[in-house]
């Protein structure tokens, strides 16, 4: 599905180191591996323990979990939208994302120079969102010179895209994001065919000190009033004690330092987890003696739609899908069980796939 999560944020706020431990995640499992596609881009596995469930039980030849693509994306500074530092670069490269990881420092270190020489997490993001809000007005104006053009000759269309566009740009000349403005179904589409920065989905992620990484700190409470109103999930992590994490060699110290820090796992499996939510996506199961698998699909999927991740052909033949609940295949313990249990589904082409399914598709080409 190819959905990509951009990791943005200042100079120096941990954003690399970050995606470095993300792209070690595979000493997390050998079943949740990591590729490079270039230097800034990775495709992370998606940490779920039903996977591991679902391997017990059936036990399969081989395992494969879905994934996620993270880009780390320049370190953006004061002017970008304007082409300032890496601007021209940043500003590229988060239009190619579907969704924003925002980290932001929430640590005191005086051997790690702040680029604007004071920790202050809320300023940090009002910078960035300042220098998004700034090139999505600049691509908006745009848009309304283009449409006002159009609507001289009545076209219909064209109004409604202007109406939209014009309460985006007042709603931007406000200091607000794109995303704060509530919009309906039919609106949301015109919307994204805009193409701005600042309607994708954001998470925050506050990076913390070791003292910090279990309940935060005062930083990370700032973070939190300051974006109250955003719909916004709110993530703290230690990108410094994941990558000493990340250094030990066995499982058994890997859970015994998080034990002592009195974490019950990784950061990074929960940042996978929240990036994976936040691009709206969830998860269905095949389940066969040669493989468990699980497979990426937006929510809201219809039966054959999911066929047709699979492949082409399942979802241009479709006739039915058979479903187990994944709870239900736990609770029995097989097909034949859930079958016998009478939890067994018949569904057709108008059936939205529910998160966790098991499915086996007929179709004929």
């Keep these: 599905m190819a959905l990509k999560c951009g990791i943005v944020g200042l100079p120096n706020v941990g954003k690399s180191t970050l995606f470095n431990c993300l792209s070690n995640a595979k000493a997390q499992s050998a079943n949740y591996p990591f590729c490079t596609i270039e ?39 004061k002017g970008a939208s304007k082409g300032e530092g890496l601007g ?10 579907d ?3 925002h980290v932001l420092r929430c640590f005191d270190d005086g051997n790690v120079v702040h680029v604007d020489g004071s920790v202050d997490p809320v ?15 600049e691509t908006i104006e745009k848009r309304i010179n283009s449409l006002t053009r159009v609507i001289k000759s009545g076209d219909k269309d064209a109004l409604k895209e202007h109406e939209l566009a014009t309460k985006i740009k007042t709603t931007l000349e406000e200091g607000k994001s794109v995303r704060t403005i509530d919009f309906d179904n039919e609106d949301l589409k015109i919307v994204k065919s805009f193409q701005l920065i600042t309607s994708k989905p954001v998470l925050y992620l506050c990076n913390v000190d070791e003292a910090s990484v279990k309940d935060g700190n005062t930083y990370v409470e700032a973070v939190k009033e300051a974006v109250k109103n955003e719909d916004a999930e709110v993530l703290i992590i230690g990108a410094a004690i994941e ?8 499982y058994d110290e890997r859970q015994l330092f998080l034990g002592e820090l009195g974490l019950e796992e990784v950061g990074v499996n929960r940042l996978i987890r929240s990036a994976y939510k936040l691009l709206n996506l969830e998860t269905f199961f095949t389940v066969g003696e040669k493989e468990v698998r699980a497979w990426t699909i937006k929510r809201g999927t219809t ?30 313990g097989s097909e034949a069980a859930v079958k016998e249990a009478g939890k067994f589904r018949i569904e057709g082409k108008e059936y939205m796939v529910q998160d966790g399914d098991i499915m086996h598709f007929r179709f004929n080409v």
């Design 39 to 77: 230097p800034n881009v990775g495709t992370i596995s998606v940490p779920d323990k039903r996977l591991e469930k679902l391997e017990q039980l059936a036990r399969p030849q081989k395992v494969i979990p879905t994934t996620i693509e993270i880009v780390d994306i320049a370190g953006l500074v």
């Design 303 to 332: 039966a054959p739609q999911a066929a047709g991740v699979i492949h082409t052909d399942f979802e241009k033949g479709f006739i039915r899908a058979e479903v187990i609940s994944y709870e239900d295949f736990v609770k029995y």
């Design 243 to 250: 990558a000493d994490i990340m250094e030990l060699e066995t």
């Design 123 to 137: 300023r940090d993001k009002e910078i960035i969102d300042t220098e998004l809000q700034l090139k999505d007005l």
């Design 99 to 101: 969704a924003i990881i």
């Design 88 to 97: 021209n670069q940043f500003l590229a490269n988060i239009k190619e994302t």
